[in-house]
């Protein structure tokens, strides 16, 4: 496997070392899925991205995402990442708007660059979420850790967004933030909400 240089980049960060850590291959033209699979296992962070050229009209750049175990089709501190890496190295530059448009395996997702007394923000439009099944609701865990959700809401899903996560949907908005009394995840976290 040829050499290619990386980037580590400390995510949400004030400062090095603070962050979420995240290694960016910069050039991984020629890298087949095998290749950039033992990189990310190597790098041993939680994520590894591989810029690309973009295949898509208007797309700033391709990337793809690896944990150290399989591909990641969405996350959103190595996209953040990788944008702030690929601005970094002048491999893209933001649009009039500010605007990039990363080009991965959960689409085209449009990134924000603002930049203001030497400080960079980056915020990405996450994927649209769907729904991928219902759970039954009955004798269900995340219900019962849930219990805070008033009568008659949905029942526990798996949702897509870019990656599966479990979690309860709500009908209404109305209620979400109102103070809860401890149930089983505050007792396993040790917080509540």
Not at 10 to 33: E, H, S, Y
Not at 154 to 181: E, I, K, N, S, V
């Amino acid at each position: 496997m040829p050499l290619r240089p990386f980037v580590q980049v400390d995510v949400f960060a004030d400062r090095p070392g603070a962050g979420n850590p995240l290694a960016v291959v910069l050039d991984a033209t020629g890298l087949d899925n095998a290749a950039m699979q033992a990189i990310a296992r190597w790098t041993r962070l939680p994520e590894t991205t591989f810029v690309f050229p973009p295949t898509q009209p208007g797309a700033s750049y391709a990337l793809r995402m690896f944990s150290p175990k399989r591909e990641v089709p969405f996350a959103g501190h190595p996209s953040v990442g990788t944008a702030h890496a690929v601005l970094e190295a002048g491999l893209a530059r933001p649009d009039a708007d500010g605007l990039l448009l990363q080009e991965g395996v959960a689409g085209l997702l449009p990134l924000r660059v603002e930049e203001s007394g030497g400080v960079r923000r980056i915020a990405i439009r996450t994927p649209r979420a769907h729904l991928v099944e219902v759970a039954d609701a009955r004798g269900s865990r995340m219900l019962e850790a849930l219990d805070w959700l008033p009568p008659g809401e949905l029942p526990p899903a798996l949702m897509d967004g870019g990656g599966p996560r479990r979690g309860q949907p709500a009908q209404r908005a109305a209620g979400l933030g109102r103070d809860r009394r401890p149930g089983p995840c505050h007792r396993q976290h040790g917080r509540a909400g």
